[in-house]
């Protein structure tokens, strides 16, 4: 069931769309007010109940209602308004508590007595302390003093909102003129902010009732000496990155009020960047307090891990995943220590030192971390494994940048059929194969997430001139790059991300039509309008098993590099064909005790809703180690994979050519 503040913000969205919202509109309304309390509603509850277009302005709970002689007609739906606690039963509590209540409008009421109306409001005239010409000029000096974001940004947009929010409120107040504005990017920007965030209402509303004090404030210092100056607001303290926040659980209502929004992913509060951090200031993680005893649980464990061995560039990471590190006698590069820990409660952890084969298991022995201490704990935990994210998407794209270079190196030239690891398979050269001055093979590794549009490559690869719909790709979508040397060794380059990533085969209608637009720098057209897409695409882990299969079927074939990359490249190949069937084609591990590839083969199929097919050998040519479809094409003649593919219900072999010749090809 939606909050009170979803469904006004709901309601919001819905005025903006059709530019009614309260202060959209130049029509005269009463401040919404509570008679036999005297309070007159501000902030989001002054919004809520103004957004329901009455001209009386009156409402009241259903208590009071009945304590003044009234009764709710019958069928009236109340309005919730939002209250926050500062105090129960006269003593002062540590932390507001937010509390919701009930109200009925008048119009919703009727005398106990005789069921007639109540008597009309009678509003009372208020002397405004300001005419329409000085409010503007006080609302544009306001502007030009506390704007931060620049001109046309959605900060801007944010930042006029509560401008404009704030002259309603005082137009409304004391009966001034109003004209709200006509410009329709303003409200597109806001129905943006309001459906991504559903507190943004609320404290727009909040910012808006100070700047009208504000601006109330400072006409009365200029008009009586004696008029004290309203408190200056606390300098603002924009934050320069996303920052996490150290929010226990009993204080998140609270937070998230204050501009606080939770990281799903993180599991942790944070304000995006630009967000003002001066209301926020107790919820950074180093103002917590420090625990009772001299050393925090980081600490102590990372002492720990060090006697087990365990060499840690910084403190660990105590956020219950399990982290890869090296040890002591490891060698260059290897990580041969895992360790795990959490911070809830008392906190503790495991860890294993997999070169000594010692097993660690550890419990803080100092204390139990409170709420605020954990939480500072895990705010701090986020921010570094946010610093280690961009730092390592910053060296993926350089080495990227490394790959692409090599690629179009003068060096390297494109690979022939004669290359000894392809006559050793009897595979010939498909999908823009490279080769460079020391014989190895080059495959590039196009990153599939990224590919959602062909056309023209970014300006700074102009100069590099690619000469095929293949290079085209690679200059658009290089993530990786593998070299296969010519006696089969392979290995790609230091840096690279592999997931997601895959070297596609199938020179197709789709690739000549990108670089034809390259070539004549025509706008590119989105993936799907570009030709016919494929019926099925199928997936292998090595080259020499993805060019077997091209051969035999005609299909597009996308080569993963190995087992645990065949899940991901499945998943993106789904994504961007959704209509067309996916297609593990595994590699048989058989003398392994888990067959790693069948394995990893039905896992990917599964996340797809694919099929997978399993090449079967007899003992004989396991005793040799054939293991993949290439493997059986070598053994058993190329026709024998053809069937396996052909072979399938609904499919018999008769039309398996018609289909071939037929097929599209991939193009990513």
């Known amino acids: 069931m939606a909050t009170p503040m979803e469904q006004i913000t709901a309601q919001t969205i819905a005025q903006l769309k059709r530019g009614e919202a309260p202060w959209q509109k130049s029509a005269f309304q009463h401040p919404p007010l509570n008679p036999e309390s005297g309070t007159v509603y501000r902030g989001i509850n002054r919004v809520m109940l103004a957004a329901q277009g009455h001209s009386d302005p009156r409402w009241m709970t259903f208590e009071q209602a009945e304590k003044a002689g009234y009764q709710v007609r019958k069928g009236s739906k109340s309005q919730k308004i939002g209250v926050w606690q500062y105090e129960k039963d006269g003593q002062k509590l540590e932390r507001p508590v937010l509390r919701y209540f009930s109200v009925f409008h008048a119009s919703q009421l009727q005398q106990r007595e005789d069921g007639r109306d109540i008597p009309p409001y009678e509003a009372t005239a ?23 974001a620049p001109r046309g940004s ?29 410009s329709k990017h303003f409200p597109n920007e806001w129905i943006k902010a309001l459906e991504a965030d559903k507190m943004e209402l609320s404290r727009a509303a909040r910012d808006a009732e100070k700047i009208k004090e504000y601006v109330l404030g400072n006409k009365q210092e ?28 009993k204080e998140k209502d609270e937070a998230r009020e204050l501009g606080a929004r939770w990281d799903g992913e993180a599991k942790l509060w944070y304000v995006p960047e630009g967000t003002d951090l001066a209301n926020l200031e107790k919820w950074l993680p180093k103002n917590e307090p420090a625990p009772a005893n001299t050393m925090s ?10 006697q087990a061995g365990f060499k840690l560039n910084g403190p660990p990471i105590m956020n219950g995943e399990i982290h890869r590190v090296a040890v002591e006698g490891g060698k260059a590069g290897a990580r041969d220590g895992a360790y795990c820990a959490h911070a809830d409660g008392v906190p503790n952890g495991w860890a294993k030192n997999h070169k000594s084969g010692e097993l660690l298991k550890w419990i803080c022995s100092g204390h139990s971390l409170s709420d605020e201490q954990r939480a500072a704990l895990l705010a701090e935990v986020g921010k570094r494994r946010e610093e280690r994210e961009r730092k390592l998407a910053e060296s993926r794209q350089k080495a990227a940048d490394r790959y692409l270079d090599k690629l179009f190196s003068n060096t390297v030239k494109d690979a022939s059929d004669d290359h000894p690891y392809l006559k050793a398979k009897g595979v010939r050269v498909y999908g823009g194969l490279k080769e460079d001055e020391q014989g190895n093979l080059l495959l590039a590794g196009l990153g599939l997430e990224k590919c959602n549009f062909l056309g023209i490559a970014k300006p700074w690869l102009v100069e590099k001139r690619p000469k095929s719909p293949d290079e085209l790709m690679a200059t658009r979508y ?27 085969i199938g020179d197709s209608h789709l690739k000549r039509m990108a670089f034809d637009q390259w070539e004549a720098k025509r706008k590119p057209q989105p993936l799907l309008d570009l030709g016919k897409i494929p019926s ?10 993805g060019a077997t299969l091209y051969k035999a079927s005609g299909k597009p074939v996308a080569v993963a590099f190995d087992a645990g990359n065949l899940k991901a490249v499945a998943l993106a190949l789904k994504k961007h064909f959704p209509g067309a069937d996916i297609t593990i084609c595994a590699d048989n591990d058989h003398s392994l005790k888990t067959n790693v590839g069948v394995e990893k083969a039905h896992d990917a199929a ?15 040519e396991k005793a040799r180690s054939l293991t993949d479809f290439n493997d059986l094409a070598q053994s058993r003649g190329l026709f024998t994979v053809t069937k396996i593919l052909t072979t399938r219900p609904g499919l018999g072999l008769a039309n ?8 599209p090809s991939l193009s990513l």
């Open 536 to 545: 099925e695409i199928l997936v292998a882990e090595g080259y020499a098993t």
């Open 154 to 182: 959605a900060g801007h947009a944010m930042e006029e909102l509560r401008v404009r929010m704030a002259s309603w409120m005082i137009s409304r107040e004391f009966n001034l003129p109003f004209k709200p504005g006509s």
């Open 222 to 249: 200029q008009s009586a000496e004696q008029a004290v100056a309203p408190e200056a607001a606390p300098a603002p303290r924009p934050a320069t990155e996303k920052t996490f926040l150290a929010v226990p659980f």
């Open 126 to 148: 208020k002397e405004a302390p300001l005419d329409r010409k000085e409010l503007d000029r006080r609302l544009e000096a306001y502007r030009a003093e506390n704007a931060k």
């Open 297 to 306: 649980p980081e600490e102590e464990f990372a002492q720990a891990l060090a």
């Open 606 to 620: 599964q996340a797809v809703g694919g099929r997978v097919l399993i090449p079967e050998f007899t003992e004989e």
């Open 656 to 663: 398996a050519a018609d289909e071939q010749s037929a097929a």
């Open 478 to 504: 290089l993530q990786t790059l593998q070299t296969i040397s010519p006696d089969g060794q392979k290995r790609f380059e230091p840096g690279s991300q592999k997931t997601g990533a895959a070297f596609i």
